[in-house]
């Protein structure tokens, strides 16, 4: 059975300041600070009169000189034997590096796409800490003597974003489970298709469709088998030939 654990929240925050470019784990961190997730440590720098948009936290002005900061928080997962447990953080900025415990498990460097990542081998005991840390993407200095960024940051906005700042969870699957599942339709030929992908399935494993009329079920159709004529006119009314 599918979980989920929402790690939106309070989270502990490490401002690292002077350090750049960097997203290995400090052997030591200061003193912790309380940061929320979803959020960017560091304000948008826009002002209008009296009123900054970007200031919704009321975080430190400090925190802005920091362009490298570790984020953490500790989890009771509670796992069955042989269930794999997955992180799934919708955005970080703008670089970051992903640990459970000492235990490196990836890298990111994509602040606009998703982190999916198997944090399982990390995880003991039914406990993991898990650590983001996030810094800048690296710059270059052009012939004109002007300085680029080398990361897709898109606007102010993900020029000066730092942190967890998209909606972040845990998942708990089984062993053998849907991994990925594209629905590819085709008007000219009235067709949808179903393509999943498995991770771990055992040899001779099949999938399985359930069609649904609203909330309810109407049929299950077996992998490569032909739907029934209600079940045919339940896909044509949609116009699914």
């Known amino acids: 059975m599918r979980r989920t654990i929402d790690m939106g929240g309070s989270w ?5 300041y002077g ?3 960097d997203t290995s784990l400090p052997d030591e961190l200061p003193e912790a600070e309380s940061i929320t997730v979803p959020s960017g440590w560091k304000a948008p720098g826009i002002a209008l009169r009296d009123f900054n948009p970007g200031d919704i936290y009321g975080y430190p002005g400090r925190w802005n000189d920091a362009d490298t ?15 794999r447990v997955f992180l799934n953080a ?18 990111h460097d994509e602040m606009f ?11 003991a005991d039914g406990e993991a800490e898990i650590t983001f840390v996030c810094t800048s993407f690296e710059s270059t200095t052009l012939t004109s003597g002007s300085v680029k960024t080398t990361g897709l940051t898109g606007s102010w906005f993900g020029s000066n974003l730092r942190g967890i700042w998209g909606d972040i ?7 053998s489970h849907i991994s990925d599942l594209a629905i590819r339709c085709s008007v000219r030929r009235g067709e949808i298709s179903v393509l999943p992908e498995l991770s771990d399935a055992p040899d001779g494993a099949r999938m399985h ?3 649904l009329d609203g909330e309810r079920a109407v049929q ?14 339940l896909l044509k009314t949609a116009g699914i030939q």
Do not use: M
Request: some cysteine.
């Open 19 to 21: 350090t750049v470019c």
């Open 209 to 211: 469709y359930e069609v």
């Open 220 to 233: 299950w159709i077996k992998n490569g088998a032909q739907p029934t004529d209600r079940v045919a006119k």
């Open 69 to 83: 900061g570790v984020l953490r928080r500790r989890v009771h997962i509670s796992a069955e034997p042989g269930e």
């Open 12 to 16: 502990e925050f490490y401002p690292l």
């Open 169 to 175: 969870s845990l998942e708990i699957l089984p062993q």
């Open 113 to 123: 796409l998703p982190l999916h990542a198997d944090i399982t081998d990390g995880i």
């Open 90 to 107: 919708e955005g970080v900025a703008q670089r970051c590096a992903l640990y459970v415990g000492a235990r490196h498990i990836c890298d």
